[in-house]
């Protein structure tokens, strides 16, 4: 389906050092600011106390920070859960005091202000088990990575394989270099939306990828240059409906899907745009500068061509006669 037609390639790649300026900036960047800052890692990986309340009415959150402020636990975190009479209260682990007895301090401090709120659920999360989620999710994200590693492998020659890796991880690291200087909270969700960016980017320049090996195979007089210029062209009506729906898609979440899914969409936000990014202007450039061209992927075609004609050799003539 095309929503639109581009009748000219657009020369992409005489930008190709451009974008790879500004992408070595940025990366660089993202690598200073988790060096340095840090993420701001949730309860669900340092461990804590979740304490979930309902109001017959709208929460003032601004009321209720104030009050559990007034108890001495100023890094708590309030946010509306659902609907804004269910307020999410997250508490770190506070030495010389249990989760039951934090959220026995809570709840007393809001009733004295408000009678009428009730506790909806009480979750506790040691810090042994904040670590093993903390390793659980290093590990599945390396495991996702080392899969979308043998998967390019086997699907593409190796040059094109390295730059979509390349590619993505400018992806990733790019969203952890946002969360670390605006020290976003870092959860269990935010990493969700991570390893959905992965699946996503690759799916991006897998694309991109299929279309310049067939180009190399269709515009024989061409350069490299103009063929992957064109496999971007070709694939731009495409790549603006897919993403711009699934964009749709996460804005919605971004906007009404309250505080609890505010992150995962905002991960998912810029992972969706750096992957649009990354596909064209990143892996493609990589994978020029790395040498590719049709002698790469031509010469396993021209084999196996000379070999079914080896195999089906022309009649003579004067069998038959």
């Not at 959220?103 to 670590?131: C, N, Y």
């Not at 935010?190 to 390893?195: E, I, P, Q, R």
């Not at 899914?261 to 450039?285: D, E, K, Q, R, W």
Request: glycine share 6%.
């Amino acid at each position: 389906m095309e929503f639109f037609r581009v009748k000219h390639d657009i020369p992409f790649m005489s930008y190709g050092r451009l974008t790879t300026a500004i992408s070595m900036i940025t990366f660089v960047l993202a690598i200073v600011f988790l060096a340095t800052r840090g993420l701001n890692f949730g309860v669900d990986f340092t461990g804590g106390t979740m304490i979930e309340v309902n109001y017959p009415h709208a929460a003032d959150l601004t009321k209720i920070r104030t009050t559990i402020d007034s108890i001495g636990l100023k890094d708590a975190t309030v946010q509306n859960f659902g609907t804004s009479r269910d307020v999410l209260i997250r508490l770190p682990v506070r030495t010389g005091l249990t989760g039951a007895q934090l959220s026995d301090k809570v709840l007393g401090s809001l009733h004295a202000v408000d009678s009428s709120v009730r506790m909806s659920r009480i979750e506790f999360v040691g810090p042994q088990v904040g670590t093993e989620l903390y390793e659980k999710g290093s590990l599945a994200l390396l495991l996702v990575i080392a899969g979308i590693v043998i998967y390019l492998a086997m699907r593409f020659e190796w040059r094109f394989a390295v730059a979509a890796v390349i590619a993505n991880m400018h992806d990733v690291i790019i969203i952890l270099g946002f969360f670390a200087f605006f020290q976003w909270e870092f959860n269990l969700t935010v990493l969700a939306a991570v390893l959905a960016v992965l699946g996503y980017s690759v799916n991006e320049s897998v694309v991109v990828f299929d279309r310049v090996r067939e180009n190399f195979r269709k515009m024989r007089k061409a350069s490299v240059t103009q063929v992957i210029d064109n496999a971007i062209t070709r694939t731009m009506s495409r790549t603006i409906i897919t993403h711009f729906s699934t964009q749709l898609m996460v804005l919605s979440m971004l906007l009404f899907g309250g505080e609890v899914l505010h992150n995962f969409a905002l991960a998912l936000t810029i992972g969706i745009l750096f992957g649009i990014y990354s596909s064209v202007l990143v892996a493609c450039p990589i994978a020029m500068w790395l040498g590719v061209n049709r002698a790469n992927l031509m010469s396993d075609v021209e084999k196996k061509d000379g070999d079914k004609k080896e195999t089906h050799p022309e009649p003579d003539p004067s069998e038959f006669a």
